[in-house]
């Protein structure tokens, strides 16, 4: 009976001191809280804040100095898409560079990186990405537009869009296109790139022309047979229509040959 009294005293005394560390660890205020568990020491280890909003802000000034730099000066867009999270500094002077590697992409998600300096020493890096878009009024093609198609001023419009960096260069007046044809089909609504387009055939295999040369510094010609269409600036093989010796010559207009080599 003895025995038994004791257990119930024991497990009366455990749960009396479970009940006291819980009314203790409720009724304790934060900054007791932070005084018993040691709170508030990275605040007093790293007591200068670089917010992320701060870090963010580093990034986009870097990039708009490097549009600048290039000489962009169309409409731009520069879109936050990650920005790195807070970072706590020691005391100290706070110092930082930022930096693009390689070449801005347009249409592409763009790193920056940063790097910060306390008492002119490395301390952290950090990376902001952002996107990159760039806007311009280009030529774009008003009908579907076949190939060697001769291109009039009614078949292209001006429209504003986005610059995605691509092989060729976008064209922004009908002068640009003028006496050109397409390499290829063009979609109508699409834009109108430099290496979509090509000059016409001026001359046709079997066709007369002129063939000229220079000898000695004094220009001779002769006549000749084209052997393969030409455009103007183009290489073309003809046939020295005396002698009938084959040779290649650039095109410089629709008449003429300008011999080159063998």
């Known amino acids: 009976m003895k025995v038994k009294r004791s257990r119930i005293a024991s497990l009366f005394t455990s749960w009396m001191l479970w009940i006291g560390f819980f009314c203790l660890s409720v009724c304790v205020s ?6 018993i568990y040691g709170g508030g020491q990275q605040a007093e280890a790293f007591p200068q804040l670089m917010s992320s909003q701060k870090l963010a802000g580093i990034a986009r000034q870097q990039l708009e100095l490097e ?14 898409t990650v920005s790195p999270p807070d970072m706590r500094l020691p005391a100290g002077k706070i110092r930082y560079e930022a ?21 002119e020493k490395l301390y952290r890096r950090a990376i902001c ?8 009024k280009v030529l ?6 076949g190939l060697e198609q001769t291109i009039g001023a009614n078949a292209v419009r001006l429209e504003e869009r986005e610059v995605q960096g691509g092989t060729g260069r976008y064209l922004t007046k009908y002068e640009d296109i003028a006496g050109r044809v397409p390499i290829r089909y063009i979609h109508m609504g699409q834009p109108i790139e430099q290496n979509m387009l090509q000059n016409p055939v001026v001359i046709n295999p079997n066709a007369p022309v002129k063939l000229i040369t220079k000898v000695n510094g004094v220009q001779v010609s002769a006549d000749g047979i084209a052997l393969q269409k030409g455009r103007i600036g183009g290489r073309i093989r003809v046939r020295n229509a005396h002698s009938s010796k084959l040779l290649l010559g650039r095109v410089v207009d629709a008449n003429t040959v300008e011999i080159t080599g063998r």
Do not use: D, S
């Open 30 to 35: 934060p900054p007791q809280a932070e005084a």
């Open 67 to 80: 549009l600048y730099k290039v000489g962009e000066g169309r409409r731009h867009v520069l879109t936050l």
């Open 99 to 119: 930096e693009i590697p390689g070449k801005l992409h347009y249409g592409n998600v763009q790193p920056v990186h940063i790097r910060v300096f306390v008492n």
């Open 129 to 136: 990405y952002y996107r990159v878009q760039v806007f311009e």
């Open 140 to 145: 774009v093609a008003g009908m579907n537009l």
